[in-house]
C-alpha cells in the first residue's frame, strides 16, 4: 500500500467572512503499516489534518489519497478505524456490543472468536458484559481503539486518543497502545501534543506549525520494537523529546 | 431518610383533604364546595357510577386515539425533520403554528370537518403532535458529534445512523415528551367534548355544570384528575427504565 495524502486547504472561521486557510498547504505521505504521529501546539489544525484523512472533511484545494482512493470510497469499503478523545462508546452496549458495531454498519457477522480476539485485544477479559459506566476511562478507551481495528481497516486514525487521562493512565495506554499496534500493524495517524507519546509510539514524528498548519519537521524514530519503559530512560529517547519540544515551541 | 420523604407529602395531602371537607362541611366556601365526602357519596350511587365509567371509557379512547395519532405524525415529521435540514426551518414553523391555533377556535372548524365524533381524537392530537415533534427532534440531535464521526468514518448509511444511534439516543427525550402529552391529550379531548360530542367526560362535566349538580361535577372532575396523573405516572415509569437503560448519553 503506498499512501499519498496531500491537502491545501482553505476554510472560513466561524462567522467570519473571508477564509484563512487553516492548514496547508500540506504534503505527507505515509507508507503501508507506518506509525506516524502528529503533533503541533492546539489550533494549529492537526485534527483537521486527520478528519480530512477520516473522509469528514473535504480539502478546499488539492486532494487527499488513501490507496489511490478518495477517504469517502474507504469509508464506504468500511476499512476505515478511528477513536478520539471521547471513547465514543454507545453506552447502553456492552464492551461485546460495542465491539460488534463496526460489524453490523459493514453487514459483516461478528463471529465470536474474532469479538474475543478484540476483547484480549483490549485486555478486558471478563469485562465482556459490562456496560461503558461500569469501566474505568482508560478501559473505555481501550474498547474505543479495539473497536476502530475490528475491521482490520488499512487506515487507523487516532485523535488525542488518552487526552481526557490521568498523567500515570496516560503511559500504561501508551504501552497498552505499542502491544496492540505490534499484532495488527494498521497504518496509523495519531494526532498528539504529548511529545513522549509521540516518540515511544511513532516511526515517524510530524511538527506541524501553527495557523496554517504546514509540516516543519518531518523526524524518523529508529528506535527498535517492541519498545519498553526502559527506552523511556534512554539518553537517545531523551535528545530527540527534547529536539521535538524544542521546535513545538518555536513552531 | 426515604421514609421521612414519603411521609411529609402524605401529611400534607392529609391535612389538605382534611381542610376541604372541613370546608364543605361548614359550607364557607359556598354551596358550589361541596365536602369531599359529598363528592364520593356519588361514586356509590350505581346509575351515576355507571355514567362515569361509560363517559371514562369515551373519553379515554378519544384521548388514546389522538395520543396514538399525534404520537406518530410528531415521530414521523421530526424524523423527516431530521433527515432533510432543508426542510426542517419549514417544519419548526409549521409544528408551531399548528399549535399556537387555539383550540376553542378550531372546535368549531372540527366539528364542520371531522363531525362530532372524531373533534375529541382531533384536539387531543394536536398538542401530542406539537409536543413528539419537539422532544423527538431534540432527542435526535442529542448524540453526540464524535459518536457520529465514528459511525461515519466507520462508513455508515444515514440510515444506520438513525437506526443505531440517533433513534436510541432519542428515546429518553422521547418518552418524556410523551409523559407530558398525555395529560394534553386528556384536555385535548374534554375540551373537544364540549363541542358536541354525543357522551365523555366532557359532556358530562358540561351537563353538571349547567344542571347545578355540584357533587357530580366535582366527582367527574376528580376521575378526570385521576386518569391524567396515571397517565403521567405510568409514563413516568417507563421514562425512568428507558433513561437506566440507555444510560448516560453524554458519551
Known amino acids: 500500500m503506498r499512501e499519498v495524502t496531500r491537502s491545501f486547504l482553505r476554510r472560513s472561521g466561524a462567522g467570519q467572512r473571508q477564509s484563512f486557510i487553516a492548514v496547508g498547504p500540506l504534503d ?5 503499516g507506518e506509525f506516524v504521529a502528529l503533533i503541533g501546539a492546539s489550533g494549529c489544525g492537526k485534527s483537521t489534518v486527520l478528519r480530512l484523512l477520516a473522509g469528514l472533511e473535504e480539502p478546499s484545494t488539492g486532494q487527499v489519497q488513501i490507496n489511490g482512493l478518495p477517504p469517502r470510497d474507504l469509508q464506504a469499503q468500511h476499512s476505515l478505524g478511528i477513536a478520539f478523545q471521547e471513547h ?18 459493514a453487514d459483516l457477522t461478528a463471529t465470536k472468536e474474532r469479538i474475543g480476539e478484540l476483547v484480549t485485544l483490549a485486555g478486558l477479559e471478563g469485562f465482556e458484559h459490562a456496560r461503558p459506566a461500569e469501566l474505568s476511562g482508560g478501559m473505555r478507551q481501550r474498547v474505543a481503539i479495539a473497536r476502530a481495528l475490528a475491521l482490520r481497516p488499512k487506515l487507523l486514525l487516532l485523535d488525542e486518543p488518552f487526552g481526557a487521562l490521568d498523567a500515570v493512565t496516560r503511559r500504561r495506554m501508551n504501552f497498552e497502545l505499542e502491544r496492540i499496534w505490534q499484532e495488527q500493524r494498521p497504518t496509523t495517524l495519531m494526532v498528539t501534543h504529548n511529545v513522549e507519546e509521540a516518540v515511544l509510539l511513532a516511526d515517524r514524528v510530524l511538527v506541524l506549525t501553527q495557523r496554517p498548519g504546514r509540516v516543519r519537521k518531518d523526524m524518523g524514530v529508529p528506535f527498535a520494537r517492541p519498545r519498553s519503559a526502559d527506552l523511556m ?6 535528545r530527540l523529546v527534547d529536539e521535538l519540544t524544542a521546535d513545538l515551541e518555536t513552531a | 431518610m426515604k421514609l421521612r420523604a414519603a411521609i411529609y407529602p402524605a401529611i400534607g ?11 364543605g362541611r361548614t359550607g364557607m366556601l359556598g354551596r358550589s364546595f361541596p365536602a369531599l365526602s359529598q363528592v364520593f357519596h356519588v361514586y356509590e350511587d350505581a346509575p351515576r357510577r355507571a355514567l362515569l365509567v361509560r363517559s ?6 378519544s384521548a388514546a386515539t389522538g395520543f396514538a395519532a399525534g404520537i406518530c405524525l410528531g415521530i414521523a415529521t421530526a424524523i423527516i425533520a431530521h433527515l432533510l435540514p432543508l426542510l426542517r426551518g419549514g417544519l419548526d414553523r409549521l409544528a408551531v403554528l399548528v399549535n399556537a391555533l387555539p383550540v376553542i377556535a378550531l372546535g368549531p372548524v372540527l366539528i364542520i370537518t371531522a363531525g362530532r365524533e372524531d373533534t375529541p381524537a382531533a384536539l387531543a392530537a394536536i398538542p401530542v403532535f406539537f409536543l413528539l415533534y419537539v422532544s423527538t427532534g431534540v432527542g435526535l440531535r442529542a448524540a453526540s458529534q464524535q459518536l457520529g464521526m465514528v459511525m461515519t468514518t466507520l462508513g455508515a448509511s444515514r440510515w444506520q445512523q438513525l437506526a443505531r444511534v440517533e433513534a436510541v439516543v432519542a428515546l429518553p427525550s422521547l418518552l418524556s415528551g410523551m409523559k407530558v402529552a398525555a395529560s394534553s391529550a386528556m384536555i385535548g379531548a374534554i375540551v373537544g367534548e364540549w363541542f358536541g360530542a354525543p357522551s365523555g367526560l366532557g359532556l358530562v362535566v358540561l351537563n353538571s355544570m349547567q344542571n347545578f349538580q355540584i357533587p357530580l361535577l366535582w366527582a367527574t372532575v376528580l376521575v378526570i384528575a385521576a386518569i391524567t396523573l396515571s397517565g403521567y405516572g405510568l409514563l413516568s415509569i417507563g421514562e425512568r427504565a428507558v433513561r437506566s437503560r440507555i444510560g448516560e448519553c453524554d458519551a
Open chain 1, 28 to 32: 505527507l505521505q505515509i507508507g503501508e
Open chain 1, 88 to 105: 465514543a462508546l454507545l453506552p447502553w452496549r456492552s464492551v461485546e456490543g460495542n465491539l460488534r458495531l463496526p460489524f453490523e454498519v
Open chain 1, 233 to 238: 530512560r534512554t539518553a537517545e529517547f531523551h
Open chain 2, 13 to 23: 395531602c392529609t391535612l389538605l383533604l382534611a381542610a376541604w371537607e372541613v370546608a
Open chain 2, 56 to 61: 371514562a371509557i369515551a373519553t379515554v379512547g
